[in-house]
T-cell receptor
Framework: DAGVIQSPRHEVTEMGQEVTLRCKPI?????LFWYRQTMMRGLELLIY????????DSGMPEDRFSAKMPNASFSTLKIQPSEPRDSAVYFC?????????????FGSGTQLSVL | DQQVKQNSPSLSVQEGRISILNCDYT??????FLWYKKYPAEGPTFLIS?????DKNEDGRFTVFLNKSAKHLSLHIVPSQPGDSAVYFC?????????????FGTGTLLAVQP
């Protein structure tokens, strides 16, 4: 199993540009999560999907952020337009509930720098 | 509003000694707690968990203690090894709740000195 795959690993862009982050969850997992890591707030949940349907997007900072999950094996997080304060590491994670022992499996993250 | 708090940004211990990482939470509905470990340039990986029906869970060198009345949990690592040096995140969820959200703290950077 290849685990959760994120691309790109690093993204450097200029303020105002559109940024698209990609995620392939673990096959068979039915929940997908997007988190953002910053020093001040730690790992912040942005949005999560269950069976490809967005369940809770209350963590999405503002309308510049959007996420989609067109099928069970792919999700995108888009920022348009990007701003310097969006610079952070963005993680995608997937999970499947097995009894009471549900665990999230994280990808390696995308380091985003907005100049 | 930080529902899961890790008030120590960093901790340094000597190899072979005990490392104690602390975590506090504010939401009394949380009933399932996890610790994740993160190395640089990697995603967090699951370490150990505990349900609110228990007050202790042990896995090898790692033990998690839960004090529900104080809304506090701690991770003990005994003995600490240099390979344990990483950022440790505490996380919590309301397992019976309507959503499947896992709320993380800000993390504690553990440095184990050889």
């Amino acid at each position: 199993d290849a685990g959760v795959i994120q691309s790109p690993r690093h993204e450097v862009t200029e303020m105002g540009q559109e940024v698209t982050l990609r995620c392939k969850p673990i096959s068979g997992h039915n929940s997908l999560f997007w988190y953002r890591q910053t020093m001040m707030r730690g790992l912040e949940l942005l949005i999560y999907f269950n069976n490809n349907v967005p369940i809770d997007d209350s963590g999405m900072p503002e309308d510049r952020f959007s996420a989609k999950m067109p099928n069970a094996s792919f999700s995108t997080l888009k920022i348009q337009p990007s701003e310097p304060r969006d610079s952070a590491v963005y993680f995608c994670a997937s999970s499947i509930r097995t009894g009471t022992n549900e665990k999230l499996f994280f990808g390696s993250g995308t380091q985003l720098s907005v100049l | 509003d930080q529902q899961v708090k890790q008030n120590s940004p960093s901790l340094s211990v000597q190899e072979g000694r005990i490392s104690i990482l602390n975590c506090d939470y504010t939401n009394s509905m949380f009933d399932y707690f996890l610790w994740y470990k993160k190395y640089p340039a990697e995603g967090p990986t699951f370490l150990i968990s505990i349900s609110s029906i228990k007050d202790k869970n042990e896995d090898g060198r790692f033990t998690v203690f839960l004090n529900k009345s104080a809304k506090h949990l701690s991770l003990h690592i005994v003995p600490s090894q240099p390979g344990d040096s990483a950022v440790y995140f505490c996380a919590a969820k309301d397992y019976g709740g309507a959503t499947n959200k896992l709320i993380f703290g800000t993390g504690t950077l553990l440095a184990v000195q050889p």
